[in-house]
């Protein structure tokens, strides 16, 4: 029996667009309510995933919802990592690419 203990995960690049939007982290609470929202600015978004700032001394819920202004849907969405008053997120599933090119024409056009 082989017991490789060690499975390299696979990379994927998704192509990285410049947003600079601002946006809103959606807090999950009980029974999936969605009171708190909190502003952040959306730095550059991918279909798997974007780059957020906050404040620095914001507490981030690990799971939210995150709103794109100007767009009315929401995006279930993972913190993977802080530093600082950047946060990269993962899309719980990745987003449609129309969607995501909607996203971009929107910006572009303001």
Known sequence: MHLDTEHPKPERAYREFNLDRPGNIIFVGHHL?????VRC??????????????SPNLEIPSHFFLEILGIH??????????????????????????????????????
């Open 33 to 37: 309510s969605t009171g708190t929202q």
């Open 41 to 54: 600015l959306i730095r550059t978004i991918t279909l798997a995933g974007a780059l957020l700032e906050v």
């Open 73 to 110: 849907d929401e995006i279930g969405a993972t913190v993977v990592k802080r530093e600082g008053e950047l946060v990269t997120i993962s899309f719980n599933m990745l987003i449609n690419p129309e969607f995501l090119h909607h996203v971009l024409r929107l910006n572009f056009e303001t």
